[in-house]
């Protein structure tokens, strides 16, 4: 489950004026962390300044993944206060290009929604796509094949070794699998077949891939979808 967690604290003063009216300003509302490898946490403060000369209070602190820490809720901010959201990332089911968003619900008029985000690169050995793989509605008997492509996850340095998949299998016999090399230099090809005879009703299943990566020996692949029957 992908993780985003957010937590207000709050009591810092500014010595200068708000100004009329402006709400609940943020300097630098898009943080880019770069890259970083799959499994870490990702920790960033964003400061929060209530620039009105009106009290503003936090009413609701929501994360792209609806995991949010819930003492966010009801802190206040004074005229010419300063507070700090800090916001965690997790990291371990995330790959490559990313970006995942904050948003805090005031009692402010001008500012009644302040949105924030995290943005970076996490980086893996391997990436498999498409995660997890959706077969959809079929009929039974229909014969279904589909792909997985399997690529690097981050940049190659020169005279490297490229990890690659070693063997695969199913947890069913209703799936089989099997690698082919990839359409593209350095990509690999998982093709993945569902047996006419499978049974109706629903369908869930894993292709387990074996791979030369020590971070990453073992990646796993939910297959599902529904099988409709005839009768």
């Known amino acids: 489950m992908r993780r985003l967690m957010a937590m207000v604290g709050f009591g810092v003063l500014l010595a200068c004026g708000p100004a009329r009216g402006a709400g609940v300003a943020v300097q630098g509302p898009v943080f880019d962390f770069g890259f970083a490898e799959q499994g870490t946490t990702v920790m960033h403060q964003f400061p929060l300044m209530n620039t009105s000369r009106t009290l503003v209070w936090i009413q609701d602190v929501r994360s792209s993944c609806g995991c949010t820490a819930a003492a966010a809720e009801g802190k206040s901010l004074a005229p010419g206060q300063i507070g700090w959201l800090a916001v965690r990332l997790d990291t371990t089911d995330l790959v490559g290009k990313?970006?995942?968003?904050?948003?805090?619900r005031t009692t402010d008029a001008w500012t009644p929604e302040v949105r924030l985000?995290?943005?970076?690169?996490?980086?893996?050995?391997?990436?498999?796509?498409?995660?997890?793989?959706?077969?959809?509605?079929?009929?039974?008997?229909?014969?279904?094949?589909?792909?997985?492509?399997v690529s690097s996850g981050r940049p190659m340095q020169p005279g490297s070794t490229p990890y690659t998949v070693s063997s695969v299998e199913t947890e069913s016999w209703e799936?089989?699998?099997?690698?082919?090399?990839?359409?593209?230099?350095?990509?690999q090809k998982l093709v993945v077949d569902l047996d006419p005879e499978a049974p109706a009703g629903?369908?869930?299943?894993?292709?387990?891939?074996?791979?030369?990566?020590p971070r990453q020996p073992v990646i796993s692949v939910p297959v599902f979808g529904v099988i409709m029957g005839w009768g």
């Open 98 to 104: 990313t970006t995942k968003t904050v948003t805090l």
């Open 117 to 149: 985000a995290m943005t970076g690169t996490v980086l893996t050995d391997l990436v498999v796509t498409p995660s997890p793989l959706y077969l959809g509605h079929i009929w039974q008997g229909t014969p279904v094949r589909q792909e997985l492509r």
């Open 175 to 187: 799936l089989r699998a099997y690698v082919q090399a990839g359409d593209k230099p350095g990509e």
């Open 202 to 213: 629903r369908f869930n299943d894993r292709v387990i891939i074996h791979t030369t990566s």
